[in-house]
């Protein structure tokens, strides 16, 4: 009996490690990529959860979801809203995954899908966070203009160049960092 405990053990062990090891991987290759995985910090999220003001049945993406930190501290929050995040990498969706299959209570209403968020269609969206780069905040510009009045999109770090059609609220954090809120008109 022992024997087969230690076993699973050493296999579940190692599967941690492995998976560990690539995440560690995966976030210094990801600088190598237009926009880099570096998730939103802890402090950020609480202020974004609160900033975001979904309503029942809105529906929100995280464009770029990485690990799933953001989608899951959102459903925690909005209990009847489907969330969805948009990842184009393998390892950041296989951890949002996992991070989501010991939550079964969100099965339904959170989402990671494979998607480049350069080509996707956001018009059904309510609510968008998006923690990004400058540039691609420049490409998808055109892609925001066209969303429904009323939805809202949160950039953390990273305003829009244009805010016309859009009201925008600055939520200064510190020296560095600011939340940018922009509602559609
Ligand atoms: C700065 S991280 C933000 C992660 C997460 N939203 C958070 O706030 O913790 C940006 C994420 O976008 C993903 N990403 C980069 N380019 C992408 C693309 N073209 N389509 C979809 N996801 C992309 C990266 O893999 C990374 O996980």
Known sequence: ?????????????????VLFLGYIAYIMISFKNPVPYVPTPRRIVKIIVGMAEIKEGEKVCD??????????????????????GVEK??????????????????????QVVKADFFNIDLHSFDVIYCFLTPEAMRILEPKFKCLKPGSRLISYMFPLEDQAGFEETIEHISMKDSVYLYKKI
């Open 1 to 17: 009996m022992l024997m087969i405990f230690l076993f699973i053990l050493q296999w579940v062990f190692g599967l941690a490690l």
């Open 63 to 84: 464009l770029g979801s990485g690990s799933g930190k953001i989608l899951i501290a959102l459903a925690k929050k909005n209990k009847r809203n489907l969330i969805i």
């Open 89 to 110: 990498f393998f390892l950041p969706r296989l951890v949002s995954q996992i991070r989501l299959f010991f939550r079964p209570s969100f099965k339904k209403r959170v």
